[in-house]
């Protein structure tokens, strides 16, 4: 950071990117503490400031920004157990925390990484006891490719570098790094984020990781890339690296009026004989247009919603059935909906065997038990989909009729095609 206009163009870059974060963490970053006290004078007033040195200017060091919003009860606090190369960050958020990991493992011994690893790993195994209250994300300048990766050489034809399957052997203390990060989930994006000027290649090194387990990952939005080109950014002289961005959050709630209908409890014969009594009995084809489209809507809704429940009582055990099951035990313990969660455990053994409620809280009694399972369940109901739609492929007409039924006034006009 010594040259002012390099400085200059590196503070403007990280400006940007803070405009769009709420925690950012920056790998080499050269300067003394007082030097990074005065750069950033004015970011401090929005972020909590946190950099992790080596003890030498010369040497690049890890600086850690949280939005002051994002923590506005509580502070966040760091340790460094490799000063300037691995840093932790402790973030409450209410009842959660986030325990956010920061790696660069350029130059560390194998006994190093081994006690690195050993220490993410208790982090993990609190994650695991409780997932929806402790989640770890580790992020990091890694200095070996994801299993299956090869960099892509610009002066040589290649195939697409992630499908290539053959990447270089991961050797020395880069295994047991790489033995943790396939122990969670990476949250993958594509784009190359280092760009080698020496061999003219691109390369995936940066990367983002979390514990969350799949059920869990259901239930958020994702969305990661580069901010900036990496071959870009490294003739501006800024770095050899392009930002990468993970955006994460939970899905909005929707409202179990606009929840989408599945497709099978529309095909079953008490649906017909629900809409039909419904229809009826709000009299919906003497209806004016409007308000017998809005009616008719709602009682296909109804009857598609007793189909449902039909089926979960009656088949509790099948694929579809224990697929909508597991998804709400997943839903009502994420977000801690006390009435859900009890009309699970009164009508499902699952949800009795699984869910427990206390102190206003939903927990999961067996958080690893429930991963399995949950995986099970949604990969029968998947493999019965798949089933079911190679059947139909197979008997299908060869004359295809579509029927629709308009009502008009009291007549019921029907139009084949």
């Known amino acids: 950071m010594q040259d002012r206009a390099a400085r200059a163009r590196k503070i403007g870059i990280l400006s940007r990117i803070l405009q769009v974060s709420q925690i950012t963490a920056v790998f080499e970053s050269h300067g003394s503490r007082s030097l990074v006290k005065r750069v950033f004078r004015q970011h401090a007033k929005s972020f909590h400031l946190f950099h992790a040195t080596t003890g030498s200017d010369n040497a690049g060091g890890l ?221 919906v084809p003497q209806m004016h247009p409007f308000s017998r489209w809005r009616w008719h809507k709602y009682c296909i809704r109804e009857a598609a919603r007793c189909s449902r429940n039909d089926a979960l009582t009656a088949f509790p055990d099948s694929p579809q059935s224990r697929a909508l099951t597991y998804a709400s035990m997943g839903r009502a313990v994420w977000r801690n909906d006390v009435i859900l969660a009890k009309n699970l455990i009164l009508r499902s053994r699952s949800a009795a065997f699984h869910l427990s409620i206390h102190d206003g809280y939903v927990d999961l009694d067996f958080p690893e038990q429930f991963e399995k399972d949950f995986a099970e369940a949604k990969l029968a109901h998947l493999k019965k989909k798949q089933e079911t739609l190679e059947g139909t492929e197979a008997e299908a007409p060869t004359k295809t009729q579509i029927t629709a039924h308009c009502y008009l006034s009291s007549h019921e006009v029907v139009v084949a095609v």
């Open 63 to 283: 600086l850690l920004f949280v939005r002051r919003s994002t923590v506005p009860t509580e502070l966040p606090t760091l340790s460094h157990p490799v000063p300037g190369r691995v840093a932790r960050l402790l973030v409450p958020h209410g009842v959660q925390e986030l325990r956010v990991w920061a790696v660069h493992n350029f130059g560390l011994s194998d006994e190093t990484i081994g006690d690195v690893c050993a220490s993410v790993r208790r982090d993990l195994r609190d994650a695991a006891s409780d997932p929806s209250r402790v989640i770890v994300f580790l992020v990091g300048d890694f200095n070996f490719l994801p299993r299956g990766e090869e960099a892509a050489y610009l002066a040589t034809p290649t195939l697409a570098y992630t499908t290539l399957g053959g990447s270089r052997k991961i050797t020395g203390s880069d295994v047991k790094l790489a033995k943790l990060l396939g122990e969670m989930v990476e949250l993958q994006q594509s784009q190359p984020t280092h760009f080698d000027n020496a061999t003219s290649s691109e390369s995936r090194l940066d990367r983002g990781y979390t514990s969350l387990p799949g059920w869990l990952l259901l239930s958020h939005r994702f969305q990661a890339g580069t901010l900036f080109d990496c071959r870009w950014i490294h003739k501006q002289g800024v770095s050899d690296h392009a930002p990468v961005c993970i955006n994460f959050r939970k899905d909005l709630p929707i409202q179990s009026g606009a929840r989408p209908i599945t497709a099978s409890a529309c095909k079953t014969p008490l649906f017909l004989r629900s809409l039909e009594s419904l229809l009826l009995t709000w009299n």
